[in-house]
């Protein structure tokens, strides 16, 4: 099978490629395609690639080139991990938000409205041209905001896309450990939006073990979540919520330890992904190494504000090893061998979530199997979460509907009606300021 990845020249590339060479099964990817605008990075990261390789029988073949109707020609799956203004751009985000008092996190409030409009017209492009010249291909995305992305791409290629994100994995995971459970024998009741979602139970042999857990102080203050939010906050709630919801439930406290951050988390890997870029480039120089321990560091310091804000100490050992390619490589297996499996993805609701409509893409467990990922019925959000989530898809939809038309009133609305931003004035700074630093915001007129 001939995979492409567009984005090739991304730093989590080696991640994916890794777990290919770990995959021994039959129909395995054979052939790899690196498709990225920036041809150093596209060199840097294949240096790594052929170091991971060296020695591994049979390892996928890896090619590279800057066409993107080249890369996308002959392909069964294309996994999609583009960054629209690369990381500089990301620290404009946080920066221009920042300054106005509220949250520029890449995919929650303004910072991810802004990551948002100027990822989803590319991001649609994309998805026209895969319907035109791989029209039998699988796309699994994992660009941000993954699941605003996701949605973009089906109007144009349906469910042949597919959304994915570690972070319900990560989570679920945790739990299960702390519980002394199994991950991969225990069902997670996740339902939500990509990085807006609720772990509402954990079945083991049929029985649920989230009680258990909510009932347990000690055993909740032996995970990253439960030091995140605190005990009484998870026991109010009766779930366990994805972390990115700290910038919900604790916002002042996020914003302020972002403003107070000596750089925010795009200018670290700005600088930090700059420094290992040109490492890699050196004639003699041991990529792969480099690439290892610029990613250790990175993995370390994940939402580092969000538990310093909350007192929440380093990340456990286990959580630095991330997930996402694990997600990948199992999803390409499910489709292409027909072996059947389930996993938390992002795709259309197609009824799930009875207060969204079928075409909104949302975060739930799916079944996956040759013929694509298909929703697990859940039961209704509680009016909290409902309330949320409705929130949010209406801000999604927003930015749809700017990206698509070039709408300036659209684009406004969307930064107003977002829970963490303030003010309809604020709204309209917010995107004067992302205009003045982002030219590819041009088209809002």
Request: aromatic share 6%; with cysteine.
């Amino acid at each position: 099978m001939r995979l492409t990845i567009l984005g090739g020249g991304g730093f989590r590339v080696p991640l994916v490629y890794g777990a290919l060479l770990a995959d021994r099964g039959e129909g395995r990817v054979t052939r790899v395609v690196l498709h990225d605008l920036d041809a150093d990075r596209l060199s840097a990261v294949t240096r790594v690639l052929a170091e991971q390789a060296a020695g591994v029988a049979g390892a996928p073949e890896v090619t590279a080139t800057t066409d993107l109707d080249e890369a996308l020609r002959g392909a069964d799956f294309v996994f999609s991990a583009i960054r629209v203004g690369g990381l500089q751009g990301r620290a404009d985000d946080e920066r221009v938000a920042l300054a106005e008092g509220v949250l520029g996190q890449e995919t929650v409030g303004a910072g991810g409205i802004a990551y948002g409009l100027r990822t989803v017209p590319v991001a649609a492009d994309i998805a026209r041209r895969v319907a035109r010249l791989a029209p039998d291909a699988w796309v699994i995305n994992f660009t941000n905001p993954a699941g605003l992305v996701t949605e973009a791409m089906a109007r144009h290629l349906g469910d042949r896309v597919i959304g994915i994100c570690d972070s319900p994995v990560g989570l679920g995971r945790r739990i299960a450990r702390v519980l002394g459970a199994d991950p991969r024998e225990a069902w997670i009741d996740y339902v939500g939006l990509n990085h807006l979602g609720w772990v509402r139970g954990l079945r083991v042999a049929g029985r649920d073990e989230l009680p258990r857990l909510l009932a347990d102080t000690a055993l909740l203050g032996s995970f990253e979540e439960g030091r995140l939010f605190g005990a009484d906050w998870l026991r109010s709630l009766g779930a366990i919520p994805n972390e990115y919801l700290h910038y919900y439930y604790f916002n002042r406290e996020a914003v302020r330890a972002y403003r107070e951050a000596e750089r925010t988390r795009g200018a670290f890997l700005r600088d930090q992904q700059a420094r290992f870029y040109e490492e890699a480039r050196r004639p003699g120089a041991r990529a792969l190494a480099a690439w290892e321990r610029t990613r250790a560091e990175r993995e370390a310091t994940y939402m580092s504000e969000n538990r310093e804000a909350a007192g929440a100490g380093e990340r456990e050992a286990d959580d630095l090893s991330g997930g996402y390619e694990k997600v990948a490589l199992a999803l390409m297996r499910a489709v292409a061998r027909n072996e059947r499996t389930v996993l938390i993805l992002n795709v259309r609701n197609r009824g799930t979530l009875s207060v969204l409509d079928p075409e909104a893409v949302i975060e739930v467990p799916c079944v996956v199997d040759a013929s694509g990922a298909h929703p697990v019925a859940v039961d209704p959000l509680p009016g909290h979460a409902t309330g949320l989530v409705c929130a949010v898809k209406a801000v999604e939809r927003e930015v749809l509907a700017a990206a698509g038309t070039g709408s300036r009133a659209a684009a406004v609305k969307a930064f107003a009606l977002h829970p963490l931003v303030d003010s309809v004035n604020t709204a309209h700074r917010l995107l004067d300021g992302y205009r003045a630093v982002h030219p590819g915001l041009a088209y809002l007129r």
